[in-house]
């Protein structure tokens, strides 16, 4: 008897553990001991995504391939199944190594650390990168608990998109990963700082591509063209903090724009004031639109190129002939046109006007001599600028520089500019019209006794001739007009040398 009272005891007990183990609380449970879990290699998960240039998200399925120090590195099944693409173990390998030596060790000392435990949102220290078909994104929603955000993935989490080249991918790699790192200091940074900031690192990390050359090639566009995802826009955001970390700290002043909680142009301006030795921001942009254009080491030293080569802006206007009037159109916040005036030195001086209500456009002149680099500033006047150009060399290159400094502004600014012959000043007109009277009173002076003469001689002609004419008396004592007449040239040629 009491041994099947044991056995019922034990059956019991065995589905009491059954049933506590089949509830819904101990399920959840266990899904999150599951989610502590290390995955394993060649498993399949879903993972919520964005559909590639649209606010849609659906979920996709994706295969784990690797797994290095600090990542889990997967791929949409989809790559493999449909498209017959994916990396080998051997590329792979390649892969991870060189994003745990050489990527990662440069984004945590120029910019950040992503989060990590225990402020992140798994408690995870690898961050799970997706390589998708067709998506290269970092979305901050993944960051959330699913609580908070049913379509989060709830990890620190980007997608990058498939490229057949590993230097490639590593790139984008680097780039999706520094806006992870971005969000963990500063989630509300402008569009503009963070895109700057995460092409800066896509080429320092060795493996990306500059798209500063895209910039170089229509830089009245800015850095937003109001598409905000364009290669001119993204290449003008890059040159820009590359310009800056160049002469102002290199990798402490990245780290610090990324850090730092104020946003835009207000961290640039605290992060000059720390590592810019005071200067300011319009000082900065005009010596980086000054970079763009030159390009070469002068007797300013490197203060007019970058660290490593970028190429050099193209010419917007070429002007050959004077007067000359144009309306530029810089397309948005942060273009730059650049008008080249030839035929300038040796002939009368040109003056530049810019007519603007736009008080963050800039106006200059560079004068360009190939060893040295003069800046000519504009003068403020009432709607724009006035520029004077006086006496240039033959061998320098004039370019006049038009700059909108507000970087997030998105309407395009048009600027009125005529380039004309300078006009002398007030007090040189005065004195040109004084030297004109004094001129004509000489002349008058010079002329007045020969046109006294000449009046004088005229006179004597005519009064011989009145005398020449005969009256009814004198044609009675016999004396005739032709006599008369005959008298006078006779007392005229008597005055001229015989002839021979």
Request: glycine share 8%.
């Amino acid at each position: 008897m009491s041994e099947r009272l044991a056995r019922s005891f034990t059956l019991v007990m065995t589905l009491s553990v059954v049933a506590s183990a089949m509830s819904p609380a101990h399920l959840d449970a266990r899904a999150d001991d599951q989610s502590q879990m290390q995955p394993q290699q060649y498993e399949r998960r879903m993972f919520w995504r964005e559909e590639a240039g649209r606010p849609t998200v659906f979920e996709t399925e994706s295969m784990l391939i690797a797994v290095s120090q600090s990542a889990y590195w997967y791929i949409e099944t989809q790559l493999p199944q449909s498209h017959l693409l994916n990396y080998t173990q051997d590329q792979m390998d390649n892969i991870t190594s060189r994003f745990e030596t050489k990527v990662l060790p440069l984004l945590h000392s120029a910019f950040g650390f992503e989060p990590l435990p225990p402020s992140d949102v798994d408690a995870d220290p690898r961050t799970t990168i997706l390589i998708t078909a067709d998506l290269g994104r970092f979305s901050a929603r993944n960051a959330l608990p699913v609580s908070a955000d049913p379509l989060s993935n709830a990890r620190e989490m980007i997608y990058v998109r498939y490229e057949l080249g590993i230097e490639s991918l590593l790139g984008m790699v680097a780039h999706e990963f520094t806006h992870l790192i971005q969000s963990n200091y500063d989630p509300a940074e402008e569009g503009w700082m963070s895109e700057g900031l995460a092409m800066t690192a896509q080429v320092w990390s060795g493996f990306g591509i500059s798209l500063g050359g895209w910039f170089l090639a229509n830089t009245s566009a800015g850095l937003w063209s109001g598409r905000d995802s364009t290669w001119v826009d993204y290449g003008g955001r890059e040159l820009l903090i590359r310009y800056m970390a160049d002469h102002y700290g290199a990798e402490n002043f990245t780290r610090f724009l990324t850090q730092d909680p104020t946003r835009g142009m207000a961290s640039v301006e605290e992060a000059l004031a720390a590592w810019g030795n005071g200067t300011t921001f319009q000082s900065v942009f005009r010596d980086w639109l000054v970079a763009n254009l030159v390009g070469n080491q002068t007797t300013e030293g490197d203060r007019y190129r970058y660290a490593t080569p970028v190429g050099r802006a193209q010419v917007n206007f070429v002007v050959r002939g004077y007067p000359w009037n144009a309306t530029v159109q810089l397309l948005s916040g942060g273009g730059a046109a650049y008008i080249r005036l030839e035929q300038v030195a040796g002939a009368t001086p040109l003056e530049v006007t810019v007519g603007t209500s736009v008080d963050t456009v800039v106006a200059f002149v560079v004068v360009d001599s190939g060893e040295s680099v003069t800046l000519i500033d504009a003068t403020p006047v009432t709607g724009g600028f006035r520029i004077g150009l006086e006496s240039i060399s033959g061998t320098s290159s004039v370019t006049l520089v038009l700059g909108d400094m507000d970087v997030v502004r998105s309407t395009p600014v048009d600027i009125a500019v005529r380039v004309e012959p300078k006009p002398p000043p007030e007090d040189l007109r005065w004195m040109l019209l004084l030297v004109l009277a004094v001129v004509l009173l000489l002349s008058m002076a010079l002329l007045l006794p020969r046109i006294r003469r000449r009046t004088g001689a005229l006179g004597r002609r005519k009064q011989g001739v009145t005398q020449g004419v005969s009256t009814p008396r004198e044609k009675a004592n016999g004396l005739t007009t032709h006599d008369s007449v005959s008298d006078s040239i006779a007392l005229e040629d008597s005055s001229l040398p015989a002839r021979r």
